[in-house]
């Protein structure tokens, strides 16, 4: 063999060795491309879940205050203490002034001798609620208050 053709064969066995790691590299980098695509469209899905998941939990949240605000015991209660006296409960750990009865003429008198009046916190104060034949006995006080807007404190019933 003459040196131009042991030359040519080298030649050709680093073509063939440059060829086949090309090859390998090119295999390698479609194998990656392909691996980032799946991790990006993993990422994306994850993300769509991760929001799905926030909102789910942004209701859930909501849902969980309108619970808490209907379980919530109201400002104002009233019990019934004897014959026709009643207990006006404030229930809050802060003052109540209770500025008017709005339903003043449902009552046979007026149930509180003096108005406006401030209770102390968790305070109370007596009322009472007069009956006669005829006139229905009612069954709900409803109050103007200066912290609590309008309310309806039922009256529960006399054993």
Aim: proline fraction near 8%; charged fraction near 25%.
């Amino acid at each position: 063999m003459d040196l131009l053709g042991l030359l040519s064969a080298v030649a050709a066995v680093v073509s063939l060795v440059g060829a086949g790691f090309a090859w390998w590299r090119s295999n390698l980098s479609r194998k990656a491309k392909a691996a980032a695509e799946r991790a990006e469209r993993e990422a994306s899905e994850a993300l769509a879940a991760a929001r799905l998941l926030a909102e789910s939990m942004e209701r859930q949240a909501e849902s969980m205050e309108q619970l808490v605000a209907s379980i919530r015991r109201p400002p104002l209660s009233a019990e019934h203490v004897s014959n026709m006296l009643f207990r006006l409960n404030n229930d809050t750990d802060a003052e109540a002034a209770v500025e008017e009865v709005v339903n003043v003429d449902d009552f046979l008198r007026p149930p509180f001798d003096a108005v406006p009046f401030t209770m102390p916190p968790r305070g109370a104060q007596e009322f009472l609620v007069l009956t006669a034949w005829g006139h229905p006995t009612p069954t709900v006080a409803t109050l103007r208050t200066r912290e609590h807007g309008v309310r309806h404190v039922r009256l529960p019933p006399r054993p």
